[in-house]
């Protein structure tokens, strides 16, 4: 019996809309099928993070614990990832045959090697860890610092393992596999809630003050080394039987070609999840800076929650845009879901579904607890917003513009730095609700720059249909 979302052995077995004739129109229901299990998968890791959250506030030094992991430890580590982060697009758009499938997996494992080792460099160093997160990112508290240092040497398997997994998952789009990743991230899901249960039931026979980063970074590190080894080992049918029998009409992937295309779109993330960190430094410089870093991995976790799906359309842009009709049905497809996620998140954030989220999934204490159920006001347009960039994003790298993408995130960061700025010199509001504006008015900026960048490939593809 072959396992769930495994791949036939030959092209052709199953549901595979990447082998359909390019000739046939793109209907919203080819959307729907290729965007629904992407979009489970990215909200089963949406769900990682309440569920971390979840468990470290109910260990010893909660706000410690929560504040070192989701204002330093996961934003730092996100960084150190961020150029790998987008071989899932490249994969997906460049793995058309054999060939070019072993030059991006050698890019894979250098690139991935050389940032994990960063990671550990940073992690192992403490003259080096402190400069960067206590003297650039304003980290002052000593117990955060220790507890944040501890956390990055657990999550040094997480870049190559993402790096590995990414690079993978694209292939396995590319070839109308997408359901292989939602069953991909269920085993990562249940190597989470192993590693979780397991130090949490440890945690009350033997409670360390740690013992909540601890839980938190081994629960990441295992979930996301087990989801690499489960997409290598679904991967391999499409390696061995369909790759070798794919005949490309495109020029063949040289470096240049392949440098030209990544960079930009490399630098897009790098740039995006530069605001992680610096979203820590502004709020360090804000009113209630311990709060606000504790009520992080809750807000992140309920935002990405909504936000999760959204970016889950972006690989479904880049797979069937080839097709005639695409367009039409793409963008009536980001409409609705657009409106249909902010009227859901409008009404949980509008009624006592927040407090209750925060409060008793989330475990935050009552003062806590109300001032994330104030700032996730701020996040009520993430995720709908989140849908035009994905479609404006998939039409540029489609064109290979990535080089548009990269501006867009530099305005989004502009916005970022100027408003955390003025933040930092005023006493308006707790540091997490004026950084949480801030990031909303950054995004609508980057929305605003790829809808106008985007617009030649709108023209020609609304003219061609």
Known sequence: MAWPGSPPPIPGGGQ?????????????????????????SWLMMGIELPLLSAVVARLANPEVNLGAYGGVVFPLALLI???????????????????????????????????????????VTPSLFNWLVGDLLGVKDDKLLDASRLGMIIMTPWTWAIAHRRFNQGVLIRFGRSKAVTWGTLVRLAADVAVLATIYALAKRASLPEMGIIAATAAVSAGVVAEAVYAAWIVR????????T???????????????????????????LAAQPILTAGISRMPSPTESLAILPALNGFTFLFRSISLAFLEVVVALVERPGSYAALRRFAWRAALGVFCLQLLIIATPLAKGWFGTVSGLDTDLARLASQAVWAALTFAAIGFGN?????????????RAVTESVAMFLIVIIIGLTVGAHSDWLAGAIFAYIVYSLGQAAQFGWLYIRSRPERRALSQAE
């Not at 595979?16 to 046939?24: D, G, I, T, V």
């Not at 997996?105 to 991935?112: E, L, N």
């Not at 994905?390 to 990535?402: E, F, R």
């Open 81 to 123: 990832e961020a150029p790998i982060i987008m071989l899932l697009t490249a994969s997906t758009k460049l793995s058309r045959d054999l060939a070019s499938y072993r030059k991006l997996w050698r890019f894979m494992m250098i690139a991935g090697g050389a940032l994990s080792a960063l990671h550990l460099l940073i992690a």
């Open 246 to 272: 794919v005949k490309s009409s495109e020029p063949p992937l040289d470096r240049k070609r392949f440098l030209s295309f990544y960079v930009p779109l490399a630098l897009s993330p790098l740039l995006g």
């Open 16 to 40: 595979n809309l990447m082998h359909q004739p390019k000739s046939q129109p793109v209907t919203t229901r080819d959307v729907w099928i290729t965007w629904y299990p992407l979009a489970l």
């Open 390 to 402: 994905s479609l404006c994003q998939g039409l540029l790298v489609h064109s290979h513009k990535t």
């Open 237 to 244: 049918p499409i390696i061995r039987d369909v790759l070798p």
